[in-house]
């Protein structure tokens, strides 16, 4: 059984802070995938990686996939309160490139 | 370009009773997968549809099961429920062909069981 482990579990920062969540696992993933869930909705998708050692940048959001493909951080820069939410990631093999296996989720509050 | 519709929204049943679950995918996208999410065991991979056909199965038991139509749009039903069976069930779409991006995930059904 795969698993994709989250640290931290709940994150409380101020606005302008930086902070990094980390999405680790003992199994190799084909492609892996970063969400943001806010209450009352279905995660909505931030970015795709799919090539060990790759980096992807969204704005104020970094993500990097690890060079074995088992591992993945996001950094989140300058945090604003709009950044609230539970933060997942997943994982997918190539076959069964569609059945993710989900981490055990990030959930970070940003105040003012 | 309207996103994925899951109906109802909120659905409280009792034990043992049956319930079903629909969910309408993107517009041209073949492949629905549901997931069950709970505070206690996170997002779990129910099954997948892709043409009418299930291509994908997680480890539930056979009291889930679900379908799909030639139009895309999905159902999912659980029978003989149980309190542990309250969860928010989310349906996610995707093209289904080519490499996989990533869902589009519905706002999910609330089940509640009493």
């Known amino acids: 059984t795969q698993l994709l482990e989250q640290s931290p579990q709940f994150l409380s920062i101020q606005e302008g802070e930086n902070l990094t969540v980390y999405c680790n696992s003992s199994?190799?993933?084909?492609?892996l995938q970063w969400y943001r869930q806010e209450p009352g909705e279905g995660p909505v998708l931030l970015v795709t990686?799919?090539?060990?050692?790759e980096v992807k940048k969204l704005k104020r959001l970094t993500f990097q996939f690890g060079d074995a493909r088992k591992d993945s951080s996001l950094h989140i820069t300058a945090a604003q309160p709009g950044d609230t939410g539970l933060y997942l990631c997943?994982?997918?093999?190539?076959?069964?490139?569609?059945?993710?296996?989900f981490g055990t989720g990030t959930r970070l509050q940003v105040t003012l | 370009k309207a996103g994925v519709t899951q109906t109802p929204r909120y659905l409280i049943k009792t034990r043992g009773q049956q319930v079903t679950l629909s969910c309408s995918p993107i517009?041209?996208?073949?492949?629905v997968s549901w997931y069950q999410q709970t505070p206690g065991q996170g997002l779990q991979f129910l099954f997948e549809?892709?043409?009418?056909?299930?291509?994908n199965k997680g480890n539930f038991p056979g009291r889930f099961s679900g379908r799909q139509f030639s139009n895309s749009r999905s159902e999912m039903n659980v029978s003989t429920l149980e309190l542990g069976d309250s969860a928010l069930y989310l349906c996610?779409?995707?093209?289904?062909?080519?490499?996989?991006?990533?869902?589009?995930f519905g706002s999910g059904t609330r089940l509640t069981v009493v």
């Open positions: 996610a779409s995707s093209p289904g062909v080519g490499r996989f991006n990533g869902y589009t």
């Open positions: 199994s190799v993933f084909s492609s």
């Open positions: 990686v799919v090539t060990g050692g």
């Open positions: 997943a994982g997918s093999n190539t076959g069964t490139a569609s059945k993710l296996t």
């Open positions: 517009s041209g996208h073949r492949s």
């Open positions: 549809y892709f043409s009418e056909t299930q291509r």
